[in-house]
């Protein structure tokens, strides 16, 4: 399943990378946890929300 998470994070950053972007240092560390399974998928998009939800 490791091997899976990982196909799929490397997929999701190429494409990322191919708009000629980079993600965050913050979004490398959720990814490096989501994929140790420190953190679920859902705790990954809660931590974004936070930090990019926009304050109406």
Do not use: F, H, N
């Not at 191919?18 to 490096?32: A, N, R, S």
């Amino acid at each position: 399943m490791l091997v899976e998470t990982e196909k799929k994070w490397e997929y999701s950053l190429g494409m990322i990378k191919v708009d000629g972007l980079e993600p965050t240092p913050e979004m490398k560390e959720l990814i490096e946890r989501e994929k140790k399974g420190e953190i679920t998928m859902d705790e990954l998009k809660k931590a974004l929300d936070r930090k990019y939800k926009m304050k109406q």
